[in-house]
């Protein structure tokens, strides 16, 4: 790998991570909007080590691990800088399956958005699948089978993966579900202000494991995936401590995330199957698609501005 690729790597994750967690930064903004000054200082410093080295630090290594286990922990951590011909034929091995994982969540990930989940319309033909919400299930069980069906002759441990990215997705979904439903609760005034920390921590920790796994489709690089994730992380924080409503007025940005997030997801699972990608090719997509759709947004934003409205 090059300087110029590695750059454009962790400029590719730094965006994905950023715009992938626009949503978190907004419940930030607003649980932090109703803490002392002294627990939203600790939040935003502290809370920003806790983020970058032990969620978006550890989890990435922890994945190639678990997907790797022939690999000691300092080995999974250095694998992609490793000549050790053993260590590239063990990350090679387990290359498929890892990817079939993540490919398998994030396209599921970008279904149950594009069924279910409310959103701001970017383009045309949303409205109608999202009234058709009750195919979600279908969609993603059939979507499943056929990739089973597919991995099964080539390698079975792939098969395995895509079960395991699936099953992945739904228990990540229920705790995203019910930190969505402890928001209202953070608003409490009676509730501590640690105990607002807390529930924010999980929250975050909740909200990074999409950026951890869509950073695969970048590189198996841990160190790459550490420093563009936490890069991005840094970023959300100023988010959340500047013009959060601003970011809000942006209505597409989520829309860009989403896009990106199939993009990636068809990339992991066509280098799981053995059609490779170049490295420059997830980041390209990313920019482009976010691009786009922050072009949009920035339309849209600008016709409701007071003075275009007068």
């Known amino acids: 790998?090059?300087?110029?690729?590695?750059?454009?790597?962790?400029?590719?994750?730094?965006?994905?991570?950023?715009?992938?967690?626009i949503d978190n930064a907004i419940i930030n903004a607003e649980v932090l909007s109703t803490m002392?000054?002294?627990?939203?200082?600790?939040?935003?410093?502290?809370?920003?080590?806790?983020?970058?080295?032990?969620?978006?630090?550890?989890?990435p290594w922890l994945i190639v691990w678990l997907s790797t286990p022939s690999l000691g922990p300092i080995e999974a951590l250095t694998a992609t800088f490793s000549s050790d011909p053993a260590v590239m034929?063990?990350?090679?091995?387990?290359?498929?399956?890892?990817?079939?994982?993540?490919?398998?969540?994030l396209v599921f990930l970008f279904f149950h958005w594009l069924f279910i989940e409310p959103?701001?319309?970017?383009?045309?033909g949303e409205r109608y699948i999202q009234e058709k919400g009750v195919w979600f299930y279908a969609v993603v069980s059939i979507l499943l089978a056929v990739l089973?069906?597919?991995?099964?002759?080539?390698?079975?441990?792939?098969?395995?993966?895509?079960?395991?990215?699936?099953?992945?997705?739904?228990i990540v979904h229920g705790f995203r579900q019910n930190a969505e439903l402890q928001e209202a609760r953070l608003k409490d005034?009676?509730?501590?202000?640690?105990?607002?920390?807390?529930?924010?921590?999980?929250?975050?920790?909740t909200f990074s494991i999409d950026g951890v796994i869509g950073a695969f489709a970048f590189t198996l690089s841990v160190p790459l995936i550490i420093l563009g994730n936490?890069?991005?992380?840094?970023?959300?924080?100023?988010?959340?401590?500047?013009?959060?409503?601003?970011?809000?007025?942006?209505?597409?940005?989520k829309n860009?995330?989403?896009?990106?997030?199939?993009?990636?997801?068809?990339?992991?699972?066509?280098?799981?199957?053995?059609?490779?990608?170049?490295?420059?090719?997830?980041p390209v997509i990313t920019f482009g698609v976010v691009g786009y759709f922050l072009y949009k947004s920035l339309k849209v934003a600008n016709a409701l501005s007071p003075g275009n409205a007068a």
Not at 149 to 170: E, H, I, R
Not at 256 to 282: K, Q, R
Request: include cysteine; proline fraction near 4%.
């Open 1 to 21: 790998m090059d300087l110029l690729s590695g750059i454009l790597i962790v400029a590719g994750l730094c965006l994905f991570e950023t715009i992938s967690s």
């Open 36 to 59: 002392q000054e002294k627990y939203r200082r600790w939040f935003l410093v502290w809370g920003l080590f806790i983020a970058v080295f032990l969620v978006r630090g550890l989890l």
């Open 89 to 105: 034929e063990a990350i090679e091995a387990s290359a498929p399956m890892l990817l079939a994982f993540g490919g398998t969540f």
């Open 119 to 124: 959103k701001h319309f970017g383009l045309r």
């Open 148 to 170: 089973v069906w597919l991995a099964l002759p080539v390698n079975p441990l792939m098969a395995f993966g895509t079960v395991v990215g699936s099953t992945a997705f739904f």
């Open 189 to 205: 005034p009676n509730l501590s202000d640690l105990s607002k920390i807390f529930y924010l921590e999980v929250i975050d920790a």
């Open 230 to 253: 936490g890069l991005g992380a840094i970023v959300v924080r100023q988010v959340t401590v500047g013009n959060i409503d601003r970011i809000k007025r942006y209505i597409y940005l």
């Open 256 to 282: 860009g995330a989403m896009y990106s997030i199939l993009g990636l997801g068809v990339i992991m699972l066509a280098d799981a199957f053995g059609f490779p990608t170049p490295p420059w090719l997830s």
